[in-house]
């Protein structure tokens, strides 16, 4: 393992994803930056993040055989290298919005940007990004986020958080190259946000109701409808409201 820890940055993601096109990357580099001028969120969005409070960083992981369509396994992994980081500091109410938010008390604590290198239908390699909101108190902008600090009232060792996240994802490939696709599955859908209860979402023909009952192998979201018909949706046609 190697970690690249920079003061300013425009996106770790960004920076380890050019440097695999550029170099022959070590296996499991890490780039961890105090302060991203362009920090990159899922589907286009901005992840802004308070200087120094938080954690931003990038893991670059290679892959053997992992196929195009088993690529959601990277998703799993990551949340859960999160989650089982935050058990251990007794953070309540911790589970996963779809695909990958980690939130806890309800509040999103983490967002994760998986950016893959595909070759030949394969994933060959994967950049995992995550930003975990640790110190940072503010979050007048977003309601919906919080941080660790907020939610236990415990400031938070950076450097130790980063580690203990980087040895679960060590542990965790490891299951993934041992084939353990069911046991992170399983494990994943333990944490689901709102798993079996009444929710609402959102499509572009407008709302509707149904019970989250797990994902697919393809990480496609499986809702029970009203009309007792189990439908998978991916990312871009579906919102989970509430
Ligand atoms: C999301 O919830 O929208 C995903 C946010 C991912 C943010 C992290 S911070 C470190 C890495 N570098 C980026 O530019 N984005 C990810």
């Known amino acids: 393992m190697r ?21 022959n990357v070590e296996d499991f580099t890490v780039v961890v930056a105090k302060h991203q001028t362009k920090g990159r969120g899922q589907m286009g969005t901005v992840w802004s993040s308070q200087d120094a409070k938080n954690l931003t960083f990038s893991v670059f992981k290679r892959l053997v055989n992992l196929k195009l369509d088993q690529h959601f396994v990277i998703s799993m992994v990551a949340s859960l290298a ?11 109410k911790l589970s996963v919005k779809w695909p990958n938010d980690i939130l806890s008390a309800n509040k999103k604590i983490c967002g994760i940007l998986i950016e893959n290198v595909i070759k030949q ?12 909101n640790v110190n ?36 965790l490939f490891d299951l993934v190259e041992s084939n353990h696709f069911k046991t992170i599955k399983t494990t994943y859908e333990s944490y689901l946000f709102r798993k079996d209860k009444p929710s609402t979402f959102k499509n572009e023909e407008g709302l509707f109701s149904g019970f989250i009952k797990g994902v697919s192998n393809e990480g496609l979201l499986e809702v029970l409808l009203e009309d007792n018909i189990l439908k998978t949706f991916d990312l871009k046609t579906i919102k989970l409201l509430y």
Do not use: M
């Open 82 to 92: 999160v989650i089982n980081t935050l058990k251990k500091l007794n953070l309540p």
């Open 3 to 23: 970690i690249i820890k920079l003061n300013a940055i425009d996106s770790t993601n960004l920076f380890l994803r050019s440097l695999s096109i550029d170099t």
């Open 121 to 132: 239908n394969n994933v060959s390699a994967t950049v995992v990004g995550i930003g975990l």
């Open 136 to 171: 940072q108190v503010n979050f007048s902008n977003l309601p919906q986020a919080s941080s660790l600090l907020n939610v236990t009232g415990i400031s938070y060792d950076l450097d130790e958080l980063l580690q203990s996240i980087l040895k679960e994802l060590e542990i």
